[in-house]
Every structure is written in C-alpha cells, then in structure tokens.
C-alpha cells in the first residue's frame, strides 16, 4: 500500500477566537508530527472573503516567521455562512469539485443569541459555588426566536438562526461532503460545549425556536447526535446520512477497500477566553480573573487561552486510527484540559444521561430521525431549484 502524503483538512469559523487558534494549532500539531514529505491542505471557511483573506494572511506570515517551507502546505479560503442554507449548498458543490478528497472536516463556526448576563443571578452563583458558577453558567441572557431568512431561490423561507449556525447548516454540509470523506481519513469532529445541558433541549422543539437557552440547546443536541450516530437504535436514519455514491467499476481495488463509512467525534474547548458574549476591556479580564481563579480550585476545564482550548479538536483530527480506536473516541465527548500549572491534556467528559442508555439511544433516535427528515425536505428544496 502506499504511503498517504497529501491530508486535506475542513475547518469551519477560522478567522477568530477559538477558530482562529485551531487553524494555528492544526498546523504546529501536523508539522511536528507528520514527516517532511506529508502535505497539508488547510481549507477554511468564513462568512466573508475579506474575513477569510485576512485570516490566510496571518496563518501565512505565522508560517513565515516560523521558516516552515511552502511545500508542507497550503492554505485554502472558502465563504459560507452557516445560517444560509443556499451558501452552504454552494460551498459544498465547491469542494467536490476541487478536493480530491477530505480527511476530517472539523465543525466550530458557532453563535449564540446572547443579550447579556444577568449579573445578580451571577454573584449568587459564584458565591454558592464558584467553580460550577464559571463552568456551567445558567446567567447567560439570550434572546429567543431568532430566524434567518433565506435568500433566492429558497425565498419565503426561514431557519432558527443558532440552531442553522451550530448544528443544522454543519450537519448539511457534513452530509453533501460524505464522498470526499468516503475517500479520505472519514473524520467529521464537532465543536460542542460544558454548556450543554440536558434540560435545554426539547424534543418537540429540537431546532430550539421557543428555547430560553437556544446555544445549549443547540449544543445538546451536537453531543446526542455525535455520541449516538455509531449505534445500532439509530441506523435506520445514519444509513441515509452516511450514504455515498458507489465508486465506479475502473477504480482500484485497493481505492475500494480502503473507502469506509465516515466517524462522527465530539469534543469540547473547556473553558477559555473568548469574545462570544461582548464585554468590555475590564469585564474581560475580570473573566480571565475567575477562570484562573477556578484552576486554581481544581477545575480540570479552565484552559483559558483558545490555543490550549483547540488541543482537544486538534488531537481528534490528527490522531492515528488506532490510537482513536483504543480509547474508542467515537464514544466519548473529548475536552481540552488542563492542570493547575496549565499543562494541557486531552480529557472525557461526563454527559448527562448517558448512564441511562435506554434513554440516551431512544433520545438520540429520535433527534436523528427528526434532523434527517429536515435535511432531506431542504435538499429536496435546492435540488429542485438547482434544476429549473
């Protein structure tokens, strides 16, 4: 067999926060680990080009500086936005046209509909118990309802904007890739939370329109779909999710029998500084204060810097099959950790209901049931218009 030399990689919201830092994380990651003659292609995506220009430049003059010669890799830039399900179909006939192939495509752009924080609510929880006050938070304050509205030729229609932003948009564009997976390392790695409470999600409201806490609701049910999508109770939906064209009768054999249905991972950045809810420059650090505060407590979950917060998402994507497969990943939610001192690790994360698997797997059923209904009514939708 020969040797593999050329990785493409997909990452979605690349230009700040927590995006930004895996961009730089998935390159020093791969550069220190792969040899000379392997080949990475970073492919990005924004909402804008200007956005997804700027970004190129940075992950480049970064690269620079660190004299890392140009044949190692290359930088790629795409514009989508998440919430827009033409954008996202468009994308996607994109890079089946211009990749051979993708080895993982890592799911991070997100959003939340926050307003603000509910400082009151906030003191009480710190005073009764700081760590889980700046862990889970529950005083976040979200507006509720939000819709996008979709643009020509889906005129008319409208999607719940964090649910399109955090799970549904990523979810369409996972399937439309499911081919270039096929042919590649098959690894779809979604960004989820500790934020991600059961009582949240609703699953006579899975797309979170009357939610009060749409983003955890939203992150719910990434956990739930990517813990239940290698099991048996959910097959009957995943199959379809999963399907890709049959390779034609020229290619080789060895192609064949390499190709296999893509894995679906989650994991999780811990805690880190990041701008999702706006604060000022005093308000921040005051932020940065506590979760510094909340290491020091013992919380395994305050990496604080986005660079340590990507580790988790990082290793999920350049680990080896078999590491993957020993510690069975697809299994388990994977958070960025880290120690006291700040020393970084990779660390599995509780979710609630799990020890209940009756529940958990009939839960995870029906999400799946109902996400695959709503993809195949919208694809139906632009493929439709496509033709016309």
């Not at 790629?76 to 192939?101: E, F, G, I, M, Q």
């Not at 239940?228 to 109770?233: A, H, I, Q």
């Not at 000022?280 to 407590?297: H, Q, V």
């Not at 695959?372 to 694809?379: C, F, I, N």
Request: hydrophobic share 40%; glycine share 6%.
């Amino acid at each position: 067999m020969l040797e593999k030399t050329q990785f493409y990689f997909l990452l979605t919201g690349a230009n700040s926060g927590l995006g930004l830092s895996l961009s730089h994380r998935l390159l020093d990651d791969f550069l220190t680990t792969h040899p000379e003659n392997h080949h990475l292609t970073l492919i990005i995506t924004t909402r804008s080009h200007s956005k997804g220009s700027a970004t190129v430049a940075l992950l480049s003059n970064y690269l620079r500086s660190r004299k890392v010669p140009i044949p190692r890799y290359t930088l790629a830039h795409h514009s989508v936005d998440l919430t827009n399900l033409v954008s996202v179909y468009t994308l996607t006939k994109t890079l089946r046209s211009t990749y051979p192939h993708l080895d993982a495509v890592i799911l991070n752009a997100g959003m939340g509909s926050f307003l603000g924080v509910d400082w009151l609510n906030c003191f009480i929880s710190l005073a009764k118990n700081w760590i889980r006050a700046v862990t889970m938070p529950t005083y976040k304050i979200q507006d509720v309802g939000w819709l996008t509205a979709q643009e020509t030729p889906l005129s008319g229609e409208s999607m719940p904007t964090v649910f399109a932003a955090n799970v549904f948009g990523h979810y369409f564009l996972a399937h439309e890739v499911v081919d270039l997976l096929v042919g590649g390392g098959g690894r779809i790695i979604w960004t989820s939370s500790l934020e991600a409470y059961a009582w949240t999600l609703s699953i006579d409201d899975l797309q979170g329109v009357r939610a009060s806490h749409s983003y955890e609701s939203s992150k719910r049910l990434t956990d739930v779909l990517a813990l239940t999508s290698g099991l048996e109770c959910t097959s009957p939906f995943t199959a379809s999710f999963f399907r890709h064209k049959q390779p034609d009768d020229n290619i080789e054999l060895e192609k064949k029998q390499n190709q296999r249905v893509p894995k679906m991972y989650v994991c999780h950045p811990g805690i880190c500084g990041t701008s999702i809810i706006p604060l000022n420059f005093i308000l921040f650090n005051c932020m940065i204060l506590a979760f510094y505060i909340a290491r020091w407590f013992g919380s395994p979950w305050h990496t604080i810097s986005t660079y340590s917060g990507a580790n988790a998402a990082s290793w999920l994507a350049l680990a080896s099959d078999d590491e993957l497969e020993d510690v069975q990943a697809p299994g388990v939610k994977w958070g960025s950790a880290c120690t006291r001192s700040g020393k970084q690790m990779v660390k599995a994360t509780d979710v609630e209901g799990e020890e209940n698997r009756l529940e958990f797997e009939e839960l995870g059923r029906e999400c799946w049931k109902q996400m695959e209904g709503l993809r195949m009514s919208w694809k139906e939708k632009l493929d439709r218009e496509a033709t016309k």
